[in-house]
């Protein structure tokens, strides 16, 4: 799915893109709304880009007498108003959808209006997210309280209480339920069940293509957190959360589902590992580099100091190596995990020596006591902590004996 492009002069940009701009339909979708970029698109979501332009298509082109723009692009249009006027709405989508659907020149003014081809071919989707918007909020509490079950038998019938018979609400439904479920592999072992068979042929016959696309959805949304840090600040923490929970969701079809080769699902879930670990081995890469500016010493004939911003890095890129670590089967980059997992043990222990050492001649020294302290920590995330606790041993041993 590509970004809006070709856009007609006349749309807001500032409105259909901006970071501070309103939320589209009101925010009566956002539990279906998944931020760009989005290489495939799926029947339960709506990529927040063509959400955006779906609103101000509406709002300006389509319902003008119902929908007041200022309002709109002041952010006073709320979700209680425009829920009023909802039939009137969807039915002026759904007939223009029609009509470009029948003639080819409002097939033309359509794309004209929206932006594009991949813009247009969103509106279907836009308009059964619209469809299914009550019950969204429901679907929401749907997922939560599957995490506090703890019978699979109740995790069975409880999913087989979607609208599996169609297919088009429920891929909402499951996309907005699964955003709340913790372990979505109980729902792909409940489907297997159900389905009497762990193929994709079963699992789909038996309904439940809404759900492992909504899985597949949710994956491909955590893969724009993945990609080259911005700056040296960038959230860490923030990072390995959206590995671990695109780990869970790969793993649970993966893992579980007996996948035909060359299948579309198959295809896509190759299209999602990829580009989720396209992401992350840049930053996989950077990890010794980072360790070496910054644990080394300054060289002779100039003053030591000390980095912060290298120090951060160094030890943001060791926690990212143990999150990799955990998350492996999930991504394609044993060659590069293994080649940084040796390299980051080695160049550690060059360091923690060489620190120890410096330490021992002179620990009033307080870059080289930031530096030590700084590889201990990375050693307790690259190691474990028993080692990291020797090496606080040795560390206040060599400051006693001063």
Same mark, same amino acid.
């Given at each position: 799915?590509?970004?809006?492009?070709?856009?007609?002069?006349?749309?807001?940009?500032?409105?259909?893109?901006?970071?501070?701009?309103?939320?589209?339909?009101?925010?009566?979708?956002?539990?279906?709304?998944?931020?760009?970029? $989005?290489?495939?698109?799926?029947?339960?979501?709506?990529?927040?880009?063509?959400?955006?332009?779906?609103?101000?298509?509406?709002?300006?082109?389509?319902?003008?007498?119902? @929908?007041?723009?200022?309002?709109?692009?002041?952010?006073?249009?709320?979700?209680?108003?425009?829920?009023?006027?909802?039939?009137?709405?969807?039915?002026?989508?759904?007939?223009?959808?029609?009509?470009?659907?029948?003639?080819?020149?409002?097939?033309?003014?359509?794309?004209?209006?929206?932006?594009?081809?991949?813009?247009?071919?969103?509106?279907?989707?836009?308009?059964?997210?619209?469809?299914?918007?009550?019950?969204? &909020?429901?679907?929401?509490?749907?997922?939560?309280?599957?995490?506090?079950?703890?019978?699979?038998?109740? *995790?069975?019938?409880?999913?087989?209480?979607?609208?599996?018979?169609?297919?088009?609400?429920?891929?909402?439904?499951?996309?907005?339920?699964?955003?709340?479920?913790?372990?979505?592999?109980?729902? *792909?072992?409940?489907?297997?069940? @159900?389905?009497?068979?762990?193929?994709?042929?079963?699992?789909?016959?038996?309904?439940?293509?809404?759900?492992?696309?909504?899985?597949?959805?949710?994956?491909?949304?955590?893969?724009?957190?993945?990609?080259?840090?911005?700056?040296?600040?960038?959230?860490?923490?923030?990072?390995?959360?959206?590995?671990?929970?695109?780990?869970?969701?790969?793993?649970?079809?993966?893992?579980?589902?007996?996948?035909?080769?060359?299948?579309?699902?198959?295809?896509?879930?190759? #299209?999602?590992?990829?580009?989720?670990?396209?992401?992350?081995?840049?930053?996989?890469?950077?990890? *010794?580099?980072?360790?070496?500016?910054?644990?080394?010493? &300054?060289?002779?004939?100039? #003053?030591?100091?000390?980095? #912060?911003?290298?120090?951060?890095?160094?030890?943001?890129?060791?926690?990212?190596?143990?999150?990799?670590?955990?998350?492996?089967?999930?991504?394609?980059?044993?060659?590069?995990?293994?080649?940084?997992?040796?390299?980051?043990?080695?160049?550690?222990?060059?360091?923690?020596?060489?620190?120890?050492?410096?330490?021992?001649?002179?620990?009033?020294?307080?870059?080289?006591?930031?530096?030590?302290?700084? $590889?201990?920590?990375?050693?307790? @995330?690259?190691?474990?902590?028993?080692?990291?606790?020797?090496?606080?041993?040795?560390?206040?041993?060599?400051?006693?004996?001063?």
């Amino acid at each position: 799915m590509s970004q809006a492009t070709n856009r007609s002069e006349t749309l807001p940009v500032e409105t259909a893109r901006g970071r501070g701009a309103p939320l589209p339909f009101a925010g009566l979708i956002e539990p279906v709304i998944v931020e760009d970029p $989005a290489s495939l698109s799926f029947a339960g979501c709506v990529a927040r880009d063509y959400a955006r332009v779906g609103w101000v298509w509406v709002y300006r082109d389509l319902c003008p007498d119902l @929908i007041p723009r200022d309002a709109v692009e002041a952010g006073s249009f709320d979700a209680s108003q425009l829920e009023a006027i909802m039939p009137q709405v969807m039915a002026r989508m759904k007939e223009a959808l029609a009509r470009a659907g029948r003639d080819a020149e409002e097939a033309l003014r359509l794309r004209a209006m929206l932006g594009g081809e991949d813009q247009r071919a969103a509106m279907p989707a836009l308009l059964n997210a619209l469809r299914g918007r009550t019950l969204l &909020g429901k679907a929401q509490t749907f997922g939560r309280t599957l995490n506090t079950m703890t019978d699979d038998a109740a *995790v069975a019938t409880a999913l087989q209480s979607m609208p599996l018979q169609d297919p088009s609400l429920a891929a909402s439904l499951f996309h907005a339920a699964l955003g709340h479920v913790a372990n979505p592999t109980r729902l *792909v072992a409940a489907a297997i069940k @159900i389905s009497s068979n762990g193929t994709e042929v079963a699992v789909a016959r038996s309904g439940f293509t809404p759900l492992v696309e909504a899985i597949l959805a949710h994956a491909q949304n955590q893969i724009r957190l993945l990609g080259p840090s911005s700056g040296t600040f960038s959230d860490i923490d923030l990072v390995c959360r959206a590995l671990d929970r695109f780990h869970r969701l790969v793993r649970a079809l993966s893992g579980y589902i007996e996948f035909a080769r060359g299948s579309r699902w198959a295809g896509m879930l190759s #299209s999602i590992t990829k580009q989720a670990s396209d992401g992350i081995e840049p930053r996989l890469r950077e990890v *010794v580099p980072d360790i070496n500016l910054a644990l080394r010493r &300054g060289r002779e004939g100039t #003053s030591d100091r000390l980095d #912060s911003d290298h120090l951060l890095a160094a030890i943001n890129g060791v926690y990212l190596l143990a999150a990799v670590r955990a998350c492996r089967d999930s991504l394609a980059l044993n060659a590069t995990f293994d080649q940084v997992w040796s390299q980051s043990a080695q160049t550690l222990e060059h360091y923690l020596q060489r620190n120890m050492d410096l330490y021992r001649q002179n620990p009033a020294d307080p870059v080289v006591s930031a530096r030590l302290d700084a $590889a201990i920590k990375m050693a307790e @995330i690259r190691f474990n902590p028993e080692y990291a606790e020797t090496l606080r041993r040795a560390r206040a041993a060599a400051e006693r004996r001063v």
